[in-house]
């Protein structure tokens, strides 16, 4: 596991292709931002389009950065690799029945997109599996 900051963590199995990212604590909407940044770096060294980012300790629901993500990383994340990305959240079983709508919002938009797809769970090996599925296409 590779730390990223003292709050991310991150591990690229090569076997799936995937990036597996695990926030350690709660973040501040900066932090957030910069998270995301620091994975953009990150997936392009892996040449990776299969993320599975594990926000069960993060839980940070600031509506400004769900507008940036939509906004501004998932366009950028969108045209990285020359083909679709995938992200699997795994949050707490708590965490998604809170989901409100700008998360939904990011669903949706980055699903017209085409380009990136997002998809929600609770349990890692569900993501997991997920992700093998879409390498799979």
Known sequence: MKRLTGYLECLHRPETGTMVVRWLRDVTPAEMRTSYEYLLVE???????????????RN?????????????????LAGLFGGPSFLAYLLSPAHLMRVDDHTVSIQHVAQLQRSVHVALF?????ANEWLVQQAGK
Request: net charge negative; glycine share 6%.
């Open 60 to 76: 940070n629901e600031d509506p400004e950065t769900a507008q940036w993500l939509i906004d501004d990383y998932m366009p950028k």
């Open 43 to 57: 997936a392009q060294g892996l040449a990776s389009r299969f993320w599975l980012l594990d926000i069960r300790r």
């Open 122 to 126: 609770t349990e890692e090996g569900a």
